[in-house]
């Protein structure tokens, strides 16, 4: 079963993520509140997946993307931006990252995302 780790700031966020993919037939989650954390479990939990805001405190998703890359080249990240943020977006493609994703969320497409990554 697939392990998903979601990194965002705002719980609430964290909360519709893990509740569109509940509803796609994932169960399996971690959670981390900013690119510090999500570092830090990264190398606990081995997830298979990661989705990852950019904007957080402490460090950021373009931070913690390069550094648990840098760790695991395989990693799987996918990006979660606000509109407006297209340059924070080719710098993560650039970095690793596999796909993005734009707030507010689509619950289609992060589920075809997340299951094309996963290959489901």
């Not at 081995?46 to 950019?54: E, G, R």
Request: include cysteine; glycine fraction near 6%; charge should be negative.
């Amino acid at each position: 079963m697939s392990k998903i780790m979601l990194v965002d700031d705002a719980a609430f966020m964290r909360m519709m993520l893990k509740n569109t993919l509940t509803q796609a037939g994932y169960s399996n989650f971690v959670e981390a509140q900013d690119g510090a954390d999500a570092v830090a479990k990264y190398d606990e939990e081995k997830p298979d997946l990661v989705i990852m805001d950019i904007t957080m405190p402490n460090m950021d998703g373009l931070q913690a993307l390069k550094t648990i890359r840098g760790n695991d080249p395989s990693a799987k990240v996918v990006m979660c931006t606000a509109m407006g943020q297209e340059s924070m977006v080719v710098e993560a493609i650039k970095s690793g990252a596999k796909d993005f994703v734009v707030k507010p969320f689509n619950a289609e497409r992060i589920t075809q995302t997340v299951n094309n990554i996963l290959g489901k």
